[in-house]
């Protein structure tokens, strides 16, 4: 289906167009993001899923398409974030975990949602992302004996897979907010079933989407820091910064995915371990993002008059 949407009027339906914080200098379509969905739900067409599930899904890829090609007010699309993640916390976390953990989950999934349309912007980066994290929750799943579940997350990472054909760099098309924000969603509200489930730990879907978690919320919090307008477009991502260092979309890209693989092992690795063997790997990949972070920040501020300003 991305190959069709890469042809004639269907090419036109919503186009890129580069802006002064962009990393990609020419129209580009956003349309790869609706190919990659339908996809995953014609994958799960025969698979036990949660109704409101699909509907979350058909909600966020509704509204997300038309701020795609049209624009939609923030409020109305947020509006739409929370009750698609309303509805996925109470069916999967609201039965023996409370009224306060659905709280929790329903503010969780909503940044998750909206964190990986942060990270959206390299080529290649949020299909690898999908590709990798959703491999590990099924293979997780997997090893849990929750086979059913396990296809259901591996759906989701054959189709971003073959969406990355046509992604990576130099990328023929972008996923656009139409693929993004459900994969978001997905990464969440999938983490919390195979939680609430038993298949793996609480700490396990963060440590997994930890690169992208790490980076658009530390990110984030910096905006907040510096009083800036945090919901406007920009430059200042770890990722958009190695792009502009030198390292290009495509080294950026074999970085993170190095990243995104090394980090799944490690989550397979101690899902069976020690509570103590847990608690050290994760306080570890703390360590490591903190340090790694501390160390680009100073290259960043040496060096950062040499790029272009993000």
């Not at 090609?69 to 309303?86: D, K, M, Q, S, T």
């Not at 964190?115 to 491999?135: E, H």
């Not at 189709?159 to 023929?172: E, K, V, Y």
Request: proline letters at 5%; aromatic letters at 16%.
């Amino acid at each position: 289906m991305i190959g069709w949407l890469l042809k004639g009027r269907a090419y036109r339906i919503a186009l890129d167009h580069p802006n002064p914080r962009s990393l990609h200098t020419s129209p580009i379509p956003r349309t790869g993001g609706l190919g990659l969905m339908f996809g995953v739900l014609a994958a799960w067409l025969l698979l036990p899923l949660p109704v409101l599930l699909w509907v979350g899904i058909g909600l966020l890829l509704m509204v997300s398409f038309l701020e795609d090609v049209y624009g939609v007010p923030l409020p109305w699309r947020l509006l739409a974030h929370f009750i698609a993640a309303g509805g996925i916390a109470m069916v999967t976390v609201y039965d023996g975990f409370g009224l306060p953990l659905v709280i929790f989950a329903i503010f969780v999934t909503v940044w998750m949602t909206n964190l990986y349309n942060f990270m959206d912007g390299s080529d290649g980066l949020a299909g690898g992302m999908a590709l990798f994290g959703f491999f590990f929750y099924g293979f997780a799943a997997w090893l849990a004996g929750n086979e059913a579940f396990a296809v259901v997350n591996f759906c989701v990472a054959a189709a971003a897979t073959a969406f990355l054909i046509f992604n990576f760099h130099p990328a023929r098309v972008f996923m656009g907010d139409a693929g993004s924000i459900p994969l978001g969603f997905l990464a969440a509200a999938l983490g919390m079933m195979g939680w609430a489930r038993g298949d793996w730990p609480m700490w396990f879907p963060p440590l997994v989407f930890s690169p992208f978690i790490v980076d658009a919320s530390v990110t984030l919090l910096k905006r907040l820091a510096r009083r800036e307008k945090f919901w406007q477009a920009h430059r200042g991502h770890y990722y958009q910064r190695l792009v502009q260092i030198g390292w290009g979309h495509r080294k950026t890209a074999w970085f993170e995915y190095a990243l995104m693989l090394v980090a799944g092992l490690s989550a397979l690795w101690a899902i069976g371990k020690d509570e103590f063997s847990q608690i050290v790997l994760v306080a570890g990949w703390c360590a490591a993002y903190t340090l790694g972070m501390i160390v680009f920040d100073r290259y960043w501020k040496r060096h950062s008059g040499n790029y272009v300003s993000a």
